[in-house]
């Protein structure tokens, strides 16, 4: 410890040091001075063994410090780490106390993740991995690192492990996080190998795809190998990487790649009050996610994400997870992920969230669904957004995510065609405008296969005027008949029957609007 500063057992009893990031707060820093010439004799809780002999590499070592963190604790509380020269790996593992609590309270959840000598500024360059609360140790080293953190070296400087208090039981989150230090030459850092951004493709077509999949770098328990196989079993043809707050696994899909799946790197941004995907940001891109609502950051990392070529994308933003309700706005939003894995009743309110937004048809935000696809048994591709894209390419998949010109199904047994003509022979496509009087007759017809046992339905800005039970084969065509001034736009959801009366019946597909009039 450096002289005077509050030892991390401390929190509760002197004062914290406050960084300059919101709801943040700094511990007391870990010393490991003279570590590497022995200078600072053998540490507490270090192996025995002392200083390494004349010409040799230091042994490891050791600090282990404990604390509790009171209940009111910030989000972040960062614990310092004076790393020496000489260290060629540096590794954490953390344990916390999970106490039976009453009925109706929360107990604790801590999450942890690091950053280097670089700093902890928001958005700044030091952030070098986050694994939330899916795992109880992590090293970095030049050549590897666990998943979810940047390989590299373990340069000398003051690192802080973050530590995030999701959630603290009454009496608090007593922990304890051990460091280690290992010595010697530092093993130089491969040069990523990222996705190419092009596969063959189809030409102009519809594809496939799931753009919220997670795994072993973040809390997701498949490789990108299994992933990939499930993507394409799925009938997928591109899939989009999505790991919390860490852009580690940018750089782990060599090889899985193809003429046949395009992979494009992301990030789901997981703040305390809501989560946002960015979709194909540029690849080894990382933003932050340490601030709510409240700090008014959003719109800065927002233009963040589309300045690296992403898509803003709020995730389940109805979801009833602590910290999952989207409490943004959706004025930054891209699109909006309005059905996250099997239907359920918070995707329903998403979609008439959403759907009450559709009105003026100014500035209308599309929808899309994704798996969010964890471990098994989560299907890749329950659901998939389907999208009208010139390629199968990075630029014309965003592209068409951003138009609207896409619909969502459960899966690619689902295929639909939906429009809408009228006057002097004009049509709109899926996410278009018809652009004909108000007066004028306006046929809207929606083509299915694949959804046997289904009902289709036509939803306007007045709500649901048109519903027709499918063919028993699933496949079959459904017309409606109506004018601008009596439809400002029409939608068409397919749904099974319902699983109880008086409940509307989960979705099997649904499309982005085709808007009616001038």
Known sequence: ?????????????????????????????????????????????????????????????????????????????????????????????YTYEKPVVPAGTQGNALDIGIFDERGTDLGGAGFRGWSGGARSEFFIRGDTATPGYLPGPVRAGRWNIALGPYTTAPDGLPYTVTITLRFGPTPGTPKPVYPPVRAKGRGRAWYRGDCHIHSVHSDGKRTPAEIAALARAAGLDFINTSEHNTSSGHRAWDGLWGDDLLILTGEEITTRNGH????????????????????????????????????????????????????????????????????????????????NTLVSGAGWTPAMGNSDAHKDPDRIGTPQTVVLADDLSRAAILAGIRAGHSYITESSAISLTFGATGGRAAHAGIGDRLRVAADTPVTVRLDVTGA???????????????????????????????????????????????????????????????????
């Not at 995730?315 to 943004?328: D, E, L, R, S, Y």
């Not at 289709?456 to 519903?467: E, H, I, K, P, R």
Request: charged share 15%; glycine share 14%.
């Open 452 to 518: 046997p046992g289904c009902t289709a339905n036509f939803v306007t800005d007045q709500g649901t005027l048109y519903t027709a039970s499918l063919p028993k084969s699933g496949a079959g065509t459904v017309e409606w008949h109506t004018t601008p001034a009596y439809a400002a736009y029409v939608r068409a959801e397919v749904r099974h029957a319902p699983a109880a009366a008086g409940l509307p019946g989960a979705l099997a597909a649904l499309t982005n609007p085709v808007f009616l009039g001038r």
């Open 1 to 93: 410890m450096n002289p005077g500063d509050p030892t991390p057992g401390e929190l509760g009893r002197r004062g914290l040091l406050v960084t300059g990031a919101a709801a943040a707060l700094t511990l007391g820093s870990v010393s490991f001075a003279n570590a590497a010439d022995g200078g600072g004799g053998a540490p507490q809780d270090s192996p025995p063994g002392g200083t390494a002999p004349a010409g040799g590499t230091p042994p490891d070592r050791t600090r282990t410090v404990q604390g509790t963190l009171p209940p009111g604790s910030p989000d972040y509380v960062y614990l310092p780490v004076d790393v020496p020269e000489g260290v060629c790996e540096l590794a954490v593992s």
């Open 276 to 355: 946002v995907l960015g979709i194909s940001t540029d690849h080894g891109t990382w933003v932050d996610w340490r601030y709510r609502a409240r700090d008014n950051r959003f719109g800065h990392y927002a233009r963040e994400i589309r300045c690296t070529g992403g898509l803003v994308v709020p995730a389940h933003p109805h979801a009833t997870c602590i910290g999952c309700n989207w409490k943004f706005g959706f004025g930054e939003a891209d699109a909006v992920e309005v059905w996250n894995g099997p239907y359920t009743l918070d995707d329903e309110v998403s979609v008439a969230d959403w759907d």
